[in-house]
C-alpha cells in the first residue's frame, strides 16, 4: 500500500499570501489529520476530517481551515500568512479497529513566510 | 503546557548502552502511541498500546502502558546509531495530543 503523500512538499511565501497545502491518505482510510510542528510548540494537532466532516479542531485562528473531498483527500488552507506560520505542516491519515487507533504520517509539508 | 510530559528531554549515550525514555500525563487515554521521527520528515509509527499495563516488544525496543493508562515507557537495549531520532508519544481521546518528545543522540 502507498503511505500518505503530501504536495508540495517545500513552499516559501510572502506574509499576507494564502496557501493551500494537500494531502492523499492511505487507501481505505477515511480520517485525515492535519498537524503543524514549530521547534518551540512541537506537534501541534489542528484539525480532523472524517468522511467530508471536520470531526475535530485544535486550537488554531479561523486563518487556518480544511476540507476533506469525497474520495478522502484533503487540504487545508492558510489565509493571511504571517511570519509565525513558518513550520513543518503533516498530514495523517488513521483507522480504527477493536478500540485500537492507529496514524500514519506523510512526510510534511516545510513551509517558510518570509 | 504540555498535556503529555516526556523526560528526558535529551539524550546522548553510546552504542551498546541501554536506556529508557518516559511519557507521563494527568489524563487517562484510550490509547497511545509512540514515534520515532528523523529530521525533515514526518513520524513514524513504532507501536500502539490500548490495555492498561500492556507490554509490547519490537526487536531491541520494548514499550509499556501504565496500569492506569496515563504513562508509557520505553526501553531500548542495546542502543545503535540506526535509534538516533526524536522519539514522541502520543495518547488518544476525542483528538490526538503529543509530548515534546525524547531526542536521542546514539555515538558509535
Known amino acids: 500500500k502507498a503511505g500518505v503523500t503530501q504536495t508540495p512538499r517545500y513552499l516559501i511565501k510572502t506574509r499576507g499570501q494564502q496557501v493551500t497545502l494537500s494531502c492523499s491518505p492511505i487507501s481505505g482510510h477515511r480520517s485525515v489529520s492535519w498537524y503543524q510542528q514549530t521547534p518551540g510548540q512541537g506537534l501541534q494537532f489542528l484539525f480532523e476530517?472524517?468522511?467530508?466532516?471536520?470531526?475535530n479542531k485544535g486550537n488554531f485562528p479561523g486563518r487556518f481551515s480544511g476540507r476533506q473531498f469525497s474520495n478522502s483527500r484533503s487540504e487545508m488552507n492558510v489565509s493571511t500568512l504571517e511570519l509565525g506560520d513558518s513550520a513543518l505542516y503533516l498530514c495523517?491519515?488513521?483507522?480504527?479497529?477493536?478500540?485500537?487507533?492507529?496514524?500514519?504520517f506523510g512526510p510534511g509539508t516545510r513551509l517558510t513566510v518570509t | 503546557t504540555q498535556l503529555l510530559e516526556q523526560s528526558p528531554q535529551f539524550l546522548s549515550i553510546q552504542e551498546g548502552e541501554n536506556l529508557t525514555v518516559y511519557c507521563n500525563s494527568s489524563s487517562v487515554f484510550s490509547s497511545l502511541q509512540w514515534y520515532r521521527q528523523e529530521p525533515g520528515e514526518g513520524p513514524v509509527l513504532l507501536v500502539t498500546?490500548?490495555?492498561?499495563?500492556e507490554v509490547k516488544k519490537l526487536k531491541r525496543l520494548t514499550f509499556q502502558f501504565g496500569d492506569a493508562r496515563k504513562d508509557s515507557s520505553l526501553h531500548i537495549t542495546a542502543a545503535q546509531p540506526g535509534d538516533t531520532g526524536l522519539y514522541l508519544c502520543a495518547g488518544r481521546n476525542n483528538d490526538m495530543r503529543f509530548g515534546a518528545g525524547t531526542r536521542l543522540t546514539v555515538k558509535p
Open positions: 498500546v490500548v490495555t492498561g499495563g
Open positions: 476530517y472524517f468522511s467530508e466532516t471536520q470531526r
Open positions: 495523517a491519515s488513521s483507522f480504527s479497529s477493536g478500540g485500537r487507533y492507529e496514524q500514519y
